[in-house]
T-cell receptor
Framework: NAGVTQTPKFQVLKTGQSMTLQCAQDMNHNSMYWYRQDPGMGLRLIYYSASEGTTDKGEVPNGYNVSRLNKREFSLRLESAAPSQTSVYFC????????????FGPGTRLTVT | AQTVTQSQPEMSVQEAETVTLSCTYDTSENNYYLFWYKQPPSRQMILVIRQEAYKQQNATENRFSVNFQKAAKSFSLKISDSQLGDTAMYFCAFIDGNQFYFGTGTSLTVIP
């Protein structure tokens, strides 16, 4: 039982390049989330998927797209990376019926130069 | 808009002493859940404790307890018998519906 996994753990991009951050959970959770963490800002929600087949914008969605590929996987895509997207990205999941807490992946540190 | 405020960016405590981290929040909802998460230098987010807003009794998990004041929209975390392993960032968060809202965090250092 791996919990929530994210790949890659570290990535360096040049401005304008694209990439996809992968997230998978093996806990049969309904909801999945993408956050970014910046110094002094806490965690800010980028996108979330309340259930398979649905996605919704969070607080800071601009410059990102997401795909809920199936119940297990939720990817985050940067189409044209900008230095302002340098951050640590966390994926999280939760089971919406009984357990309200989120379970987090280990994070991806992304640097855009 | 939902907001979470942690007014103490940094705190320190002597080993074995008690420390309280503050959190206030704003919501128009009546049913919601509150959490404290710990983030050690490893970066992993770890759930410390949770509180259901409909419960009047304060949650306790070993050395961690909360003081939940619903009318005041306050949710503080008390750490008793502080240990070196408690050194971390602590985030207050709440959920109503599907979205979580996080505070900006308090960096806690336990001094030997």
């Amino acid at each position: 039982n791996a919990g929530v996994t994210q790949t890659p753990k570290f990535q360096v991009l040049k401005t304008g390049q694209s990439m996809t951050l992968q997230c998978a959970q093996d806990m049969n959770h309904n909801s999945m989330y993408w956050y970014r963490q910046d110094p002094g800002m806490g965690l800010r929600l980028i996108y979330y998927s309340a259930s398979e087949g649905t996605t919704d914008k969070g607080e800071v969605p601009n410059g990102y797209n997401v795909s809920r590929l199936n119940k297990r996987e939720f990817s985050l895509r940067l189409e044209s990376a900008a230095p302002s997207q340098t951050s640590v990205y966390f994926c999280a999941s939760r089971w919406t019926v009984v357990s309200y807490e989120q379970y987090f992946g280990p994070g991806t540190r992304l640097t855009v130069t | 808009a939902q907001t979470v405020t942690q007014s103490q960016p940094e705190m320190s405590v002597q080993e074995a002493e008690t420390v309280t981290l503050s959190c206030t929040y704003d919501t128009s909802e009546n049913n919601y859940y509150l959490f404290w998460y710990k983030q050690p230098p490893s970066r992993q987010m770890i759930l410390v404790i949770r509180q259901e807003a409909y419960k009047q009794q304060n949650a306790t998990e070993n050395r961690f307890s909360v003081n939940f004041q619903k009318a005041a929209k306050s949710f503080s975390l008390k750490i008793s018998d502080s240990q070196l392993g408690d050194t971390a960032m602590y985030f207050c968060a709440f959920i109503d519906g599907n979205q979580f809202y996080f505070g900006t965090g308090t960096s806690l250092t336990v001094i030997p």
